[in-house]
């Protein structure tokens, strides 16, 4: 009988400290880790979360460039600066014209030097320019110059040294080495809106450069960039017409990586090609010049590109020059000389007909 109370009295403590542990354990409350707004029991290991990267994408934008022919500010040019202002030259030209676009080209027809000094030997035909004029360009909206012609080297090697350096401090990107020579000042990568953009320039007046370079530098510039523009020095002096050498080459740069071809020398506007869905324009003629002596040198051609989700669209901007004074042809002049354009170039019956409608056109 003892022996029966001391078992009940026994499991009376032992049930009352369960009970006494339970409420305890209840009463201590829950765990609350550092991650706010989770309860975890103590037995738990806190839950753990995987931070997401979010990246905000940029809206690619349409890239928008501008070529022009060729641009020399020396001989007459330099005389009606000198007696009407810089600014007279773009007079005729909506103020705005050279405000849109991301990249604003030409071939620059002479060499710039300290004060425009011409340097020994003197030639007939002898360009230098002073750097106060090339910031005039830059002021204009200019910013980028190809420099591969038969003029560079009016001034000597110390001439094309200083065009470079002065260009450089202009801020002003540029392409191009002496005629006939190919190596590293060829090429450029330029970068807009996140865009590689290749840069090249050649120049073959008075003889052939060497191609096989030439062809190599363009594959691997297209290698590392999303778009290859090639400007070149070349062609028959006045004659509206490629010529077979200019196609041969044309197409081998294609082959290689171009895009777009921009072309200038002839002093007069040649027709254009579509070669394997890339654009050859063969000469854009004179856009500021002294060539006085005929219409067709008073002519000129502007080429607008607009690159967008790798595409490329073009349009053609014809000029009329008047005593190196250039502005853009009325919708008559114009639908004119479209006319003649489409004559000199070697393009379908459906791009012609675009042309002529004056609409924008992409290549085929």
Known sequence: MLKDKH?????????????????????AGPVITPVEGVVLSDKLEPLKYEARKIEIV??????????????????????????????HLFSTLPKDFFNNYDLVGANLESAVTES?????????YDFAISPERLSKLTDVGFNFFTIANNHIADQGLNGIEETREFLDLAKIDHVGCNDKQVGDCSVKIVEIESKKIGM?????????????????????????????????HWGVEY?????????????????????????????????????????????????????????DTQEGLGVELVYFED??????????????????KNSENKVEFLERFVA??????????DLLKDESNEGE
Request: zero cysteines; hydrophobic letters at 45%.
């Open 239 to 295: 004659e509206h017409y490629k010529n077979k050498t200019q196609e041969n080459l044309a197409h081998k740069l294609i082959d290689a990586g171009a895009d777009v071809i921009i072309g200038h020398h002839p002093h007069v506007v040649q027709g254009m090609e579509v070669y394997k869905s890339k654009l050859i324009f063969y000469s854009l003629g004179n856009f500021i010049f002294d060539q006085y002596f005929s219409k």
């Open 58 to 87: 940029k809206k690619q934008e349409p890239i928008r460039f501008l070529f022009v022919g060729d641009i020399m500010l020396d001989r007459n040019v330099g005389k009606v600066i000198e007696s009407d202002g810089f600014d």
């Open 344 to 353: 000199w170039s070697s393009i379908n019956d459906k791009l012609k007909n």
């Open 116 to 124: 425009g000094e011409h340097y020994a030997p003197y030639n007939k």
């Open 311 to 328: 595409k490329i669209s073009f349009n053609l901007l014809p000029f009329v020059s008047k005593k190196s004074q250039p502005s853009l």
């Open 7 to 27: 078992f009940w009295l026994l499991s009376i403590i032992l049930l009352g400290f369960a009970i006494g542990l339970i409420l305890v354990f209840l009463l």
């Open 200 to 232: 090249a320039g050649f120049s073959m007046v008075y003889g052939l450069f060497d191609q096989e370079k030439a062809l190599d530098l363009i594959a691997k510039l297209a290698s590392s960039t999303d778009l290859v523009i090639v400007n070149i």
